[in-house]
């Protein structure tokens, strides 16, 4: 284990902020297990999203990830580079990955089912949304806005993201089929978002189908605006970084002021949860405070614990993941999709895994979730002989 670990490290830039690649190691890894389980049936709460409002560890995970997706954005720049103007590099990279989502979209096939109509369910039924799909349109929009505004801008586009969608679903009144109208709803299938969802994007082509009155889509068009509010502040803690000196004085002072800001941003986005919910579909404001603070809190850890203190090791196989983080959601995706699709029995190869495999051992609620760990260990070694061999697979 110990030569693996240092096999791992061997191959690390000179000069790289190892912390950055363990965070997106952390999130893309949280967010492979939490979408694997044996059994949606039984999911640990803490592996699972709130079900409405409030929040879970897992509805962290997304939120972190498009954090580290603004502070690479800087990191890219080095230390002194300015922001590129846009022009085609990101708009590839934002297409590609708008494209590999929805290849996930249609990527599945009912075998079972002799009757089933793939055109007809996955083409004419494609969901246009989704989390790399996301990742996508924040990702391009953030890129105008680093290449735009001064810091002091993107502090106000970072609020004026949140705000601004929240306010809409607030005061702006919309009519649902049956000529009933409805004003500052937030509740399930019944928010001014979700309205927009469904005349934007169309009740066949969301996630939530057959919610009621609205169909909609939790990586929706509106909520997308505030979940750039989330990258930015990921690109503003970073700027932090790229203007502090290098020396071990002024690292540690960044550190603390990351802890500071990422305490005081969970603290007041905990405290106005009673009167603006925090809300993962909604991605509330108070929801971008908690889970921005939260990112901010794991990089200053990480920050200090690997960047300064230079203790590596134990956290190294994080760096697997963290350095082709799409590689792995894509495999996981179409890993997850292939257990769904090959028909074993009356079930699915899925099912008879954690049916005669994981539930006897393990119980069905350990069966489930040492069932997606399975999974996670497989896609390591996947990663890892990618790593080994310096495959990077850049979108």
């Not at 409405?52 to 690479?72: E, K, N, R, Y």
């Not at 009519?175 to 934007?200: K, R, V, Y």
Request: proline share 4%; with cysteine; aromatic share 14%.
């Amino acid at each position: 284990m110990r030569q693996h670990l240092n096999r791992i490290l061997a191959q690390v830039p000179r000069g790289r902020l190892m912390s950055v690649d363990l965070l997106r190691g952390i999130a893309i890894a949280a967010m492979v297990l939490v979408n694997n389980p044996g059994s949606w049936s039984f999911v640990y709460a803490p592996m699972a999203h709130a079900q409405w409002h409030g929040w879970t560890p897992t509805d962290v995970i997304f939120p972190l990830f498009l954090f580290v997706v603004g502070v690479s954005m800087v990191l890219s720049t080095g230390k002194k580079g300015s922001f590129p103007v846009v022009g085609w590099a990101q708009w590839s990279r934002a297409l590609k990955l708008f494209a590999l989502g929805l290849f996930l979209a249609i990527f599945f096939y009912n075998f079972r089912d002799s009757s089933y109509n793939w055109i007809e369910d996955r083409l004419e039924g494609i969901r246009w949304m989704g989390v790399l799909q996301r990742i996508a349109l924040v990702y391009i929009l953030c890129c105008y806005l680093v290449r735009w505004l001064p810091t002091k801008g993107l502090l106000v586009a970072a609020v004026l993201c949140s705000v601004v969608p929240w306010a809409l679903m607030l005061i702006v009144p919309y009519e649902s089929a049956s000529g009933e109208i409805f004003q500052g709803q937030l509740a399930f299938g019944n928010h001014f978002a979700a309205w927009l969802d469904q005349i934007l994007l169309g009740s066949a082509h969301v996630y939530h189908r057959d919610a009621q009155p609205f169909a909609f889509d939790p990586e929706g068009v509106l909520t997308t605006f505030s979940a750039a509010s989330t990258c930015l502040l990921g690109v503003l803690a970073t700027l932090a970084w790229k203007s502090a000196d290098s020396d071990r004085e002024a690292q540690l002072v960044l550190c603390r002021n990351w802890l500071v800001a990422g305490t005081l941003m969970v603290l007041v986005g905990q405290l106005l949860h009673p009167v603006v919910p925090i809300n993962k579909v909604l991605w509330s404001p108070s929801f971008v405070l908690v889970t921005a603070g939260v990112s901010m809190l794991l990089m200053a850890g990480l920050y200090y614990l690997v960047d300064i203190r230079e203790r590596r090791r134990a956290l190294a196989p994080l760096l697997v993941f963290g350095v082709n983080a799409i590689a792995l959601f894509m495999l996981a995706g179409v890993v997850g999709r292939i257990l769904i699709m090959i028909p074993v029995g009356d079930g699915t190869l899925k099912g008879w895994l954690f049916g005669t495999v994981f539930q006897p051992i393990f119980g069905s609620y350990g069966g489930s979730l040492a069932f997606a760990i399975s999974c996670l260990v497989v896609f390591y070694w996947v990663m890892w002989q990618m790593y080994r061999r310096q495959i990077i697979w850049k979108v």
